[in-house]
């Protein structure tokens, strides 16, 4: 269940640099997704998020393999598959952590591949770690806030000299942060260090902190692994909720079948990085593909 461990340290530098990137992002975009700024080819179609034969090598492996996917807006898509098919490296892909070695991301009918991690959070995409990433010196609402940066407007002037509108800027985002930290039942932990939470409230933790930066896209790699039932199907319920209220896309990586099954509204299913699966989840259960896949794992 967990990641290809010899990768970890190379994913970790590099996954890292989303967050401290973010921060930039504020300062070369004026904080804020869209930007009409990319001129390559639109891709078109109704889909929110479209990869078109999207592909990556490492050396012989080639970890994701000519993936098409076509995730409409305000779905819930599951990607699912066997340990090492790929589930993480296609969300390094979406997030700018790695560059296709062949093949198109689109988002919002503006092309994405080739951007750099902090330019792709800034058109409103933004991810949880299968590794969970909090930062251990800080409080539990001091890692969410980190996030909102992403879209602060104060310039490093404000920061430096804490300008009326720096403090303003900072109110508003406590506010905001502390609304999120609510909806996950976390609030009353919010000077406890981040670190010190039970495993499955740092899982919460880390979507509040995905959903500071106010994402339309929100990428989830196994956020139940870890959790107990009783949590895990709480997750679920949060899944939902979040969606509706945020009007977000969700794409879900998880193992938790029971999860997958309960809240995906479509789910594709990868093996050895290729698709070998698209559909609904009772058509999903079913397909002899697909038991073959997880039974060979
Ligand atoms: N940076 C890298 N260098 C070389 N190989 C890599 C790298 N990142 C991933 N891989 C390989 O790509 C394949 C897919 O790994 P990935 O972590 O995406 O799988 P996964 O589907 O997320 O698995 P799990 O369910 O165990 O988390 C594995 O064989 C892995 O070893
Ligand atoms: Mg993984």
Do not use: W
């Not at 092309?111 to 409103?124: H, K, M």
Request: glycine share 12%; aromatic share 6%; proline share 4%.
């Amino acid at each position: 269940m967990s990641g290809a461990p010899e990768h970890d340290a190379v994913e970790a530098t590099k996954e890292d640099s989303i967050l401290t990137e973010a921060a930039r992002a504020a300062r070369s975009s004026g904080g804020g997704g869209g930007g009409g700024d990319d001129a390559r080819a639109n891709g078109g179609g109704g889909a929110t998020l479209r990869t078109d034969k999207c592909t990556i090598r490492f050396g012989g492996l080639v970890a994701v393999n000519e993936l098409d996917m076509d995730v409409h807006e305000g779905e819930i898509y599951g990607l699912i598959g066997p340990n090492g098919a790929g589930k993480t490296t296609i969300f390094n892909l979406l997030t700018g952590v790695y560059k296709p070695t062949s093949g198109e991301i689109h988002f919002q009918n503006k092309r994405i591949d080739g951007l750099r991690p902090y330019e792709i959070a800034s058109r409103g995409v933004s991810r949880t770690f299968q590794n969970i990433r909090l930062f251990p010196s800080m409080s539990v609402l001091e890692n969410v806030m980190t996030a909102c940066h992403i879209h602060a407007k104060q310039s490093l002037f404000d920061a430096v000299v804490r300008t009326p509108r720096f403090g303003r800027d900072e109110e508003e985002h406590r506010e905001y942060c502390l609304e999120l930290l609510g909806i996950f039942d976390l609030a009353r932990y919010k000077d406890e260090g981040g670190t010190s939470l039970p495993y499955g409230n740092q899982r919460r933790l880390e979507i509040v902190r995905a959903l500071a930066t106010r994402p339309k896209l929100l990428l989830l790699d196994e956020p139940a692994a870890g959790m107990n039932p009783s949590e895990a199907m709480d997750l679920m319920a949060l899944i939902r909720k979040i969606r509706d209220r945020f009007g977000l896309t969700i794409l879900l990586v998880e193992h938790n079948m029971k999860v997958v099954m309960g809240v995906c509204e479509r789910i594709q299913v990868v093996d050895y990085g290729k698709s070998i699966a698209l559909g609904l989840p009772e058509q999903i259960k079913n397909d002899p593909k697909v038991i073959e896949a997880y039974l060979g794992d």
